[in-house]
């Protein structure tokens, strides 16, 4: 059996930045997303593999905005 949601590897998560903004991203392991709150976006995370295209991330709801 597979785990449903693998872990990012730390070292990547170290070096990922913002694709937006540059900015950092801070992971959220429940929701499988590493979100920039610069730029409002969460990138999702599917089978281990951050996607870091823009088109592909979910508007942050203004409950989640800092």
Do not use: W
Not at 20 to 44: C, I, M, N, W
């Amino acid at each position: 059996m597979t785990d449903r949601n693998p872990d990012v590897d730390p070292k990547l998560l170290e070096i990922l930045v913002c694709p937006v903004t540059k900015g950092p991203l801070v992971y959220d392991r429940e929701k499988q997303e590493l979100v920039s709150h610069q730029a409002g976006l969460a990138f999702p995370i599917r089978e281990g593999m951050p996607i870091m295209l823009p088109d592909e991330a979910r508007p942050l709801g203004d409950d989640e905005q800092r």
